[in-house]
């Protein structure tokens, strides 16, 4: 059966047009034609029509922690302590509840495929579950409660820095080995078309450098992403050229794990050489900027990333914010703080970087053409954000103007997900507060 939506205007690979009709089949895009009067029949898409926005890098229970860890100064490590206490209450069914709602929560802002970078794998103290997986797999069960498709990064997390074993409350996040690590990933054989795995690396804090090359391999076997967090914080770099004499960026470098299919997430605090292996491998740079300045991480580097040849990829990671408009605005009005200069980024370049299906598993999702997975976001232009929009500055609008909240309409793989701002299935604002409770 094909569906036939009507776009009062669309970001297509081309360019802003209006009167758009794009024909789905199966989940996918069949035809798209401009300009176009809508004809009976259609569903009309009132607003600036979109593809689907790809939410990179997600670590879904810190949802719990927004507004709670605000009280006291605090740092990034005190931070971590906050977030460790709550992962230590999270059971299958509890996290299945809670990410059920988070992703909903993500949905209902145009995101239609998270990269979940997974590490709470075990049972309190560290002993696997009956099922190795059951928490990998609620968190599966709960993107297809939301509509939404996951790449479930799952990740590596051997020690707790290095030269230290995991303790407390990290012993849940632990394999023991890579080895060890591939054959439970290896045992995940997810139901349905919304989900991929790939492997993480949760850091070189957190993994050793032995250990490197076999999660290297198990992600260059299955053709699957991998994802690190590189270089969020100073003390990392320090404790990694204390070590090892190099710093985190060449550390990866010499295990193979930089090139296209990786992803280096935060990457702030690097070496103009840091920069420049990342950009030669083509290893894509996640921005996390809501995340970065609650945890006072600093601002990266991330238009010399992208000027030195990496693809930049945008994660509400710590779920402070769940908008990923708001992200890639930050991108640009970080870079006007830290310089004093306006304009590094243009619109369009910010907002693609929202569409980044392909460093997730996905490249046939990102864009609004013949072929591709059938994600159509639509945001209002007649909102108290947006009113005043014109074809001409559709990006501007969509990048610096519009939030989340605009979001009236999400369909993904060719399911009506969210209409009039309502999503079809999940109460995400009570979900959310009874996972809370
Ligand atoms: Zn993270």
Do not use: K
């Not at 794998?121 to 509509?147: R, S």
């Not at 450098?209 to 770099?237: C, D, F, K, Y």
């Not at 309502?422 to 604002?429: K, N, R």
Request: glycine fraction near 10%; aromatic fraction near 6%.
């Amino acid at each position: 059966m094909t569906e036939r939506y009507w776009a009062e205007h669309a970001w297509l690979p081309s360019g802003v047009a209006s009167g758009v009709l794009i024909e789905v089949t199966d989940g996918r895009i069949t035809a798209v034609s401009t300009p176009v009067e809508p004809s009976p029949g259609v569903v009309r898409l009132a607003g600036l029509t979109l593809p689907g926005l790809a939410n990179a890098h997600s670590h879904a229970f810190h949802r719990g922690l927004r507004g709670r860890t605000q009280a006291d100064r605090g740092t990034f490590w005190t931070w971590r302590e906050q977030m460790y206490a709550l992962a230590a209450t999270l059971t299958p069914d509890r996290y299945h509840a809670l990410a059920r709602a988070v992703y909903t929560e993500m949905v209902l802002t145009g995101i239609t495929c998270v990269g979940e970078f997974h590490y709470v794998h075990h049972a309190p103290g560290g002993a696997p579950y009956a099922d190795p997986n059951a928490m990998g797999e609620a968190l599966i069960a709960a993107a297809a409660d939301a509509g939404i498709r996951v790449t479930l990064l799952d990740t590596c997390y051997l020690t707790g820095g290095f030269d230290r074993p995991l303790e407390d409350v990290q012993l849940r996040f632990g394999d023991t080995t890579a080895e060890r690590w591939a054959e439970r990933v290896s045992a995940l054989r997810p139901d349905g078309g919304h989900v991929r795995i790939g492997a993480a690396l949760h850091s070189v804090r957190g993994v050793p450098r032995e250990q490197i090359g076999p999660v290297v391999e198990w992600a260059a076997a299955t053709g699957a992403p991998l994802h690190v967090h590189l270089s969020e914080q100073p003390a990392e770099n320090e404790a990694c050229l204390a070590a090892h004499g190099v710093t985190p960026t060449r550390l990866l470098a010499d295990a193979g794990a930089l090139g296209p299919r990786t992803t280096a997430v935060h990457a702030t605090h690097l070496t103009p050489a840091d920069i420049a292996l990342l950009g030669a491998t083509r290893t894509v740079a996640c921005a996390c900027p809501t995340t970065e300045r609650d945890l006072a991480d600093g601002i990266g580097p991330i238009r010399t990333l992208f000027e030195a040849g990496s693809p930049v990829s945008l994660g509400s990671d710590s779920h402070a914010v769940i908008d990923l408009f708001e992200e890639a605005r930050a991108v640009e009005l970080d870079e006007r703080l830290r310089t004093r200069e306006r304009g590094h980024w243009r619109a369009a370049e910010l907002l693609r970087t929202a569409f980044a299906h392909d460093s997730l598993g996905w490249p046939d999702a990102g864009a609004l053409e013949v072929g591709a997975r059938a994600d159509l976001v639509t945001i209002r232009t007649d909102t108290i954000r947006t009113a005043g929009f014109t074809p001409a500055t559709a990006a501007e609008t969509a990048v610096f103007a519009a939030g989340g909240a605009d979001v009236a309409s999400v369909i993904v793989d060719g399911r009506a997900v969210v209409t009039d701002g309502v999503h079809a299935t999940v109460d995400a604002g009570r979900e959310l507060a009874r996972a809370l409770a």
